[in-house]
Every structure is written in C-alpha cells, then in structure tokens.
C-alpha cells in the first residue's frame, strides 16, 4: 500500500502571522487574498493557511487565523525578495480588508526578524505611529475606514521546510477528490504546518519543453494519456484513475515527518485508495529526504 520511496522537500524561508479581523467575512478575505496564490515556481512567495483561531487563542480577543509565507532558499537574495513579497501581500491583501490586525505568531523565540516599517508602516504615509498594546510594539496605519490597521513592528522569520508532499494512487476521480480533501482536513488540525495548494490537481515535474511557463504536468503520471504515452512510459498502476497531491511546508523536519504520519494514518484506509506514494526527483531538488517506509505510522 505505502511506495518504498521518498518525498524530497526543500529549504526555504517562512513567516507565520496571526491575523485577525471583526468578523468572519472580513477575515477570510485578508487571509485568502494573502495566502492565494501559491506561486514560488514563478520566483514570487507563497502562502497557506495553517489553522483557524476562536476569540481566545488571538492577542486582541477577536477571531483570527494563522498563515504561513514562504520563500525558497536562505541567503541574502532570498531575504531581500522575502521582504519585498511579505510587504506586498500584507498591504494588498490585509491592510486593504477592513478591520484587520497582523501579530507575529512564529512559536518560538528566533533572532531574525524583519521590521515592518519600511515595507507596510510607511502606507501612513509619515502619519503612522507606534504604539504598546496587548503586550506588543505595534505600527498604528491610519486608513479611510476609520479604524487603524495594526501589524507587530517585527514579524520574526526562519529557515524551514518546503516542498513535503503526498500522492495518493485512487480508483476514481471521485475517491481521489474525498481522500485528497481528508488529507488537507487532517493537516489543517496540526499546528506549524500548511498546504499550499489544498488538494493539487496537477503534479508537476521539473523538465519542460515549455520552460517560459514554468513546471508542466507529470504526464506519466496522468491517468487519461494511458492510449496517448508508449508503454513503457506510462507509470499510472492499472486499476487507477485518479491521482490528487497534497503539498505542505512546515516550520522544521519533525512537523513534516509527523504530517506525513497523521495524513497517511489518517487515509489509508479509506474507500478507493490503492497505493500511498510522494513525489521526489532523485534527491536532485531538495536537501531533505523522508522515507515513508522509515516513519513508524503507529506513533503520534
């Protein structure tokens, strides 16, 4: 049922905020309009949505939730890029939602933080300020609507993982569709960990004959080209229909590896589910390797 393979994750850099709003509409519009294009492969950043928070697990005592943004790589170029995205998307996808807060939410105590001054502060246009509030340095943005946008002065980030990933081999469309959206149920009950693209239709691979419009389609993979690929070429198991991948990035290792446990846990046992693999490129992509055979599914 399981492949004896591995799936190759990447390093990358990661932000995790908790943004919160009055009311629900509002903040599912800040955090989808933050979050909503998962677009690293086109050199930008991209987000996922970790888990949703009730009034009393927020600062500021109103509904919330906790995203993830991401960058590949660590060094100076990655850095740069990173603060440029996250000021980008924090001024067009949150501050613009009425009623919206940003607050640091990284777990633990890092030294990297970036100030957010610069980069979202400044939208005051000189008239913005700083104040202590809820036991927190906040920039005061004032807006239009009357309220004050309020973002931590410093968002801590770090090194983490990207790129963890789960295919599930199913005997229909419909079977891949309810086992994929399982996956990302499961994932969104765990803590540090999001999915960026939800339940992916399309896997990609990193060789393309059309490299301006970047990753195309893993066409062995691909169920309807069976009467279209020579034999020997096509790798879709017989029996099967559809294939749904699930992609998720974390803050570290363990968490991958324990998503990787719980979603599989979780599925394999489900109505229409034929083989539990992951896609890797040899070790070629990423600095990480998590053999599924390795992980002991019985421990949580």
């Known amino acids: 049922m399981i492949d004896n393979t591995f799936c190759e994750a990447f390093e990358g850099l990661v932000v995790q905020l908790q943004v919160t709003a009055k009311d629900e ?28 928070l009730d009034e009393s697990e927020t600062v500021d005592g109103r509904i919330g939730a906790v995203v993830q943004l991401w960058v590949t790589g660590a060094g100076k170029k990655s850095k740069a890029k990173f603060y440029e995205q996250l ?41 913005e300020w700083i104040e202590h509030k809820y036991r927190r ?17 410093e968002i801590s980030y770090a090194k983490g993982v990207m790129g963890g990933n789960l ?20 994932i969104e009950g765990l803590d540090n960990v999001c999915t960026t693209f939800d339940v992916c239709s399309a896997g990609s691979k990193p060789e393309t004959n059309f490299p301006e419009i970047g990753p195309t389609t893993n066409h062995p993979y691909c169920p309807t080209l069976k009467d279209k690929l020579p034999s020997e070429e096509y790798k ?65």
Not at 139 to 151: A, K, S, T, Y
């Open 25 to 52: 509409d509002f903040l599912k519009r800040a955090v989808n309009s933050f979050t909503a294009l998962p677009s690293t492969v086109f050199g930008d950043a991209e987000g996922g949505i970790v888990k949703w």
């Open 236 to 300: 879709v198991p017989k029996g099967v229909k559809s294939i749904p991948e699930i992609i998720f990035n974390a803050l570290d290792p363990d968490t991958i590896k324990d998503t990787i446990k719980e979603v599989i846990n979780g599925v394999i046992n489900m109505k229409g589910i034929v083989r539990i693999s992951a896609g890797n490129y040899g070790g070629k992509l990423g600095k990480y390797k998590f053999y599924l055979n390795e992980l002991d599914m019985n421990q949580h």
């Open 137 to 153: 340095k906040l920039i005061n943005v004032p807006i239009m609507m009357g309220h004050d946008f309020l973002i931590e002065e």
């Open 87 to 127: 000021g980008r998307r924090m001024r067009q996808g949150i501050l613009v939602v009425p009623t919206t807060a940003v607050f640091d939410h990284y777990p633990r105590k890092v030294e990297s933080k970036f100030n957010m001054m610069d980069n979202v502060g400044h939208c005051g246009d000189g008239y």
């Open 167 to 186: 295919w599930f081999f199913c005997e229909s469309v419909e079977a891949g569709i309810e086992i994929g959206r399982k996956a990302v149920e499961i």
